[in-house]
T-cell receptor
Framework: SQKIEQNSEALNIQEGKTATLTCNYT??????LQWYRQDPGRGPVFLLL?????KEKRKERLKVTFDTTLKQSLFHITASQPADSATYLC??????????FGTGTRLTVIP | GAVVSQHPSWVICKSGTSVKIECRSL??????MFWYRQFPKQSLMLMAT?????????EQGVEKDKFLINHASLTLSTLTVTSAHPEDSSFYIC???????????FGPGTRLTVT
């Protein structure tokens, strides 16, 4: 079965710096990959989707890369703010459009 | 747009009773709805996928007779946890998707505590 790992359970960075989160997967070749934000006690909120034929996707301060050879996606938040503190989840899309989530990285931006 | 609601937001029930959780897409038609379970400090685990008017497809290890899913309309799906046990205590989250699009819109979740 597919395995999705986000290699940092927690990441602390200083306000204004760029946060980089990693998602690695095995035993699967997803057509696309998504990133979500989840705040405590809340459902995830969709952030970005990137297709297998796209190398990079941007949305405001967010940037996602997708390397199908390395089976890895990187998620960047530039000029980070304390309000960006949350858990970020990557998800692979299955054949029935169902999602398989990674373990999540809890990001804390320190003022 | 793309708002999904869940009701109730939290529920406490006694062991052996059944609990129903509703999931509604408020401003779009969800051809497919998904149910997830999330234990503390863990990621979301997909339980089942349901298409409107069809039987749900359950993930391996999820008992379909225990977790009854009904997707009677394009805006409503329900999950009934039957004969609940303390180990069923968890955060249950639904999401809705539209055909052809990969992104899903998640509800706020329902915290179930079985005593």
């Amino acid at each position: 079965s597919q395995k999705i790992e986000q290699n940092s359970e927690a990441l602390n960075i200083q306000e204004g710096k760029t946060a980089t989160l990693t998602c690695n997967y095995t035993n699967y070749s997803p057509a696309y990959l998504q990133w979500y934000r989840q705040d405590p006690g809340r459902g995830p909120v969709f952030l970005l989707l990137i297709r297998e034929n796209e190398k990079e996707k941007r949305k405001e301060r967010l940037k996602v890369t997708f390397d199908t050879t390395l089976k890895q996606s990187l998620f960047h938040i530039t000029a980070s703010q304390p309000a960006d503190s949350a858990t970020y989840l990557c998800a692979l899309v299955g054949g029935a459009n169902n999602l398989f989530f990674g373990t999540g990285t809890r990001l804390t931006v320190i003022p | 747009g793309a708002v999904v609601s869940q009701h109730p937001s939290w529920v406490i029930c006694k062991s052996g009773t059944s609990v129903k959780i509703e999931c509604r897409s408020l401003d779009f038609q969800a051809t497919t709805m998904f149910w997830y379970r999330q234990f503390p400090k863990q990621s979301l685990m997909l339980m089942a996928t349901s298409n409107e008017g069809s039987k749900a497809t359950y993930e391996q290890g999820v008992e379909k007779d225990k977790f009854l899913i009904n997707h009677a309309s394009l805006t409503l799906s329900t999950l009934t946890v039957t004969s609940a046990h303390p180990e069923d205590s968890s955060f249950y989250i639904c999401s809705g998707g539209t055909s052809g699009k990969g992104e899903q819109y998640f509800g706020p979740g329902t915290r179930l505590t079985v005593t």
